[in-house]
């Protein structure tokens, strides 16, 4: 192989393989944003994350073990929303997975995460994984918030009765 063919391969797969370690190196700065804003929420209740994670753009959960406190953040359309879930009010945590049929195809159009609060006048906590008029396309939200479901359940269990 002369050196023309072999430097027109290189360069090709080089211009082919810089468009993913862009987007990796994008997906890492954005991840890397949302921990910061969620640890600086974390601080401000005095909490220390033991567990948290990531998905779609904006999403974020994160969980101090040690205090039963939950944190979730948003952002989307330029405003964020904050939700801190104090687990030891927590009385039953479950799945909501709103479904419509379209053209004889279940379509998923919100996943969330709710919680239903000790005490009558309480209401219900949603923290919301998935909305498709937010984002069109689910991937691994449905498996995420049943992560986030076992975690509080565990936590809910080992955790003592409400004061």
Not at 12 to 18: G, K
Not at 112 to 128: C, D, M, Q
Not at 132 to 157: F, P, R, Y
């Amino acid at each position: 192989m002369d050196s023309v063919s072999l430097t027109i391969g290189l360069i090709s797969m080089l211009l082919l393989a810089l468009p993913f370690a862009y987007a990796r190196r994008k997906n890492r700065l954005r991840n890397q944003k949302l921990l910061e804003g969620l640890d600086a929420l974390a601080m401000q209740h005095a909490l220390t994350l033991s567990g948290y994670d990531f998905w779609n753009p904006g999403y974020a959960i994160g969980i101090d073990g040690q205090q039963k406190q939950l944190l979730y953040t948003r952002k989307q359309e330029g405003r964020e929303v904050q939700t801190l879930v104090d687990l030891l009010d927590v009385q039953d945590c479950r799945i909501s997975k709103e479904t419509r049929e379209t053209n004889g195809n279940l379509v998923i159009e919100r996943i969330a995460l709710i919680f239903s609060l000790r005490g009558p006048k309480h209401p219900e906590v949603a923290l919301e994984f998935y909305n498709m008029a937010v984002n069109l396309n689910h991937t691994t939200e449905l498996q995420l918030a049943g992560k986030w479901k076992g975690i509080v359940d565990s936590c809910l269990a080992a955790a003592p009765l409400a004061r």
